[in-house]
């Protein structure tokens, strides 16, 4: 599975920007998707996932309420929509797919692919 991450850029605080991660390969054999993040300096967490199948979702309490993720399947992409932006957002935001059908969302070492990165800014 191959992975592309799309949409970064420079926002306002309180402004809102779209990321997309475009599937490409075998991605029948894709559990879940996820979004995660890295601030300099600090570990990769997530951000919010989606089961590729279902369509369930999970949120970081970061990202409730402000954050959605969707899937659209005959694309094979997957989107993050982020809204009402803080500059504690800052950071380089990666896609990710799981291959295996159980664990948890939210561990990084679960995923098996990643995308590059999209650095996303928010200014105060």
């Known amino acids: 599975v191959q992975l592309q991450a799309f949409g970064g850029g420079l926002v306002q605080a309180g402004g809102s920007l779209r990321l997309s991660c475009a599937a490409s390969g075998r991605t029948a054999s894709s559990y879940a998707v996820g979004w995660f993040r890295q601030a300099p300096g600090k570990e990769r967490e997530v951000v919010a996932a989606i089961n590729w199948t279902t369509g369930n979702t999970y949120y970081a309490d970061s990202a409730k309420g402000r954050f959605t993720i969707s899937r659209d399947s005959a694309k094979n992409t997957v989107d993050l929509q982020m809204n009402s932006l803080k500059p504690e957002d800052t950071a380089v935001y990666y896609c990710?797919?799981?291959?295996?059908?159980?664990?948890?969302?939210?561990?990084?070492?679960?995923?098996?692919?990643w995308g590059q990165g999209t650095k996303v800014t928010v200014s105060s």
């Open positions: 990710a797919a799981r291959a295996r059908s159980f664990g948890t969302y939210y561990r990084v070492y679960e995923y098996d692919y």
